[in-house]
Protein backbone atom coordinates (compact mmCIF):
# COMPACT_ATOMS: atom_id res chain seq x y z
CA UNK A 1 0.00 0.00 0.00
CA UNK A 2 1.19 3.76 -0.81
CA UNK A 3 0.99 5.86 1.66
CA UNK A 4 -0.53 9.51 0.65
CA UNK A 5 2.26 12.38 1.99
CA UNK A 6 1.19 15.53 3.07
CA UNK A 7 1.35 18.68 0.69
CA UNK A 8 2.50 22.10 1.15
CA UNK A 9 2.12 25.25 -0.91
CA UNK A 10 4.24 27.36 -2.03
CA UNK A 11 3.24 31.25 -2.46
CA UNK A 12 5.37 33.49 -4.71
CA UNK A 13 5.09 36.91 -5.47
CA UNK A 14 6.76 37.86 -8.32
CA UNK A 15 6.40 41.71 -8.31
CA UNK A 16 6.29 44.35 -10.83
CA UNK A 17 8.25 47.06 -10.07
CA UNK A 18 6.51 50.46 -11.10
CA UNK A 19 4.82 48.24 -13.89
CA UNK A 20 7.96 48.82 -15.83
CA UNK A 21 8.55 44.42 -16.02
CA UNK A 22 6.87 43.38 -19.54
CA UNK A 23 4.13 40.69 -18.58
CA UNK A 24 5.57 38.07 -20.56
CA UNK A 25 8.43 38.51 -18.66
CA UNK A 26 7.05 38.09 -15.49
CA UNK A 27 5.33 34.63 -17.09
CA UNK A 28 8.75 33.58 -18.21
CA UNK A 29 9.83 33.47 -14.91
CA UNK A 30 7.01 31.81 -13.27
CA UNK A 31 7.03 28.81 -15.87
CA UNK A 32 10.65 28.38 -14.99
CA UNK A 33 9.75 28.10 -11.52
CA UNK A 34 7.15 26.02 -12.32
CA UNK A 35 9.05 23.58 -14.46
CA UNK A 36 12.25 23.23 -11.45
CA UNK A 37 9.31 22.30 -8.98
CA UNK A 38 8.41 19.67 -11.48
CA UNK A 39 11.56 18.03 -12.47
CA UNK A 40 12.45 17.82 -8.89
CA UNK A 41 8.59 16.14 -7.90
CA UNK A 42 7.54 15.19 -10.96
CA UNK A 43 4.87 16.75 -13.85
CA UNK A 44 2.02 15.04 -12.49
CA UNK A 45 2.59 15.81 -8.59
CA UNK A 46 2.85 19.50 -8.89
CA UNK A 47 -0.22 21.65 -9.00
CA UNK A 48 0.22 25.59 -9.63
CA UNK A 49 -2.29 28.80 -10.39
CA UNK A 50 -1.48 32.14 -10.70
CA UNK A 51 -3.26 35.40 -11.41
CA UNK A 52 -2.13 39.03 -11.49
CA UNK A 53 -1.88 41.11 -8.54
CA UNK A 54 -3.31 44.39 -8.24
CA UNK A 55 0.16 46.41 -8.61
CA UNK A 56 0.58 44.35 -11.71
CA UNK A 57 2.63 41.56 -10.12
CA UNK A 58 2.26 37.69 -10.39
CA UNK A 59 1.00 35.46 -7.31
CA UNK A 60 2.06 32.36 -8.40
CA UNK A 61 0.56 29.10 -5.62
CA UNK A 62 2.68 25.87 -6.12
CA UNK A 63 1.51 22.76 -4.53
CA UNK A 64 3.83 20.54 -3.91
CA UNK A 65 3.72 16.62 -2.28
CA UNK A 66 5.68 17.20 0.48
CA UNK A 67 5.38 18.46 4.16
CA UNK A 68 8.20 20.98 4.91
CA UNK A 69 8.41 23.37 7.95
CA UNK A 70 7.60 26.90 7.98
CA UNK A 71 10.71 27.88 7.81
CA UNK A 72 11.74 25.82 4.89
CA UNK A 73 8.85 26.98 3.25
CA UNK A 74 9.56 30.63 3.67
CA UNK A 75 13.09 29.74 2.64
CA UNK A 76 12.23 27.95 -0.42
CA UNK A 77 9.72 30.65 -1.51
CA UNK A 78 13.07 33.04 -1.23
CA UNK A 79 15.40 30.86 -3.06
CA UNK A 80 12.66 30.47 -6.17
CA UNK A 81 12.12 34.42 -6.26
CA UNK A 82 9.23 35.46 -4.01
CA UNK A 83 9.73 38.99 -2.93
CA UNK A 84 12.57 39.71 -0.56
CA UNK A 85 10.32 41.99 1.38
CA UNK A 86 7.48 39.73 1.87
CA UNK A 87 10.23 36.92 2.65
CA UNK A 88 11.71 38.79 5.58
CA UNK A 89 8.21 39.74 6.92
CA UNK A 90 7.15 35.85 6.44
CA UNK A 91 10.30 35.00 8.30
CA UNK A 92 9.16 37.46 11.54
CA UNK A 93 5.89 36.55 11.21
CA UNK A 94 6.96 32.78 11.61
CA UNK A 95 9.17 33.61 14.30
CA UNK A 96 6.41 35.48 16.26
CA UNK A 97 4.68 32.34 16.45
CA UNK A 98 2.09 33.34 14.04
CA UNK A 99 0.51 30.16 12.20
CA UNK A 100 -1.33 32.19 9.45
CA UNK A 101 2.22 33.77 8.12
CA UNK A 102 2.31 32.91 4.23
CA UNK A 103 -0.15 35.56 2.68
CA UNK A 104 -0.34 37.56 -0.12
CA UNK A 105 -0.44 41.09 0.19
CA UNK A 106 -3.56 42.89 -1.34
CA UNK A 107 -4.88 46.56 -0.99
CA UNK A 108 -3.13 49.66 -1.38
CA UNK A 109 0.47 50.81 0.21
CA UNK A 110 0.14 53.84 1.61
Not at 8 to 31: E, F, R, S, T, Y
Request: aromatic content about 10%.
Amino acid sequence: MTRRRKKCVLKIDIDNIKGKIPKDWMLAKAWHIIGDMQRIYGRDAVFFSREWSEHGGLHLRITIPENLGDEWIARLQYVLGDDPYRSMRNLQRIRHGLSRWNKFFQGSRG
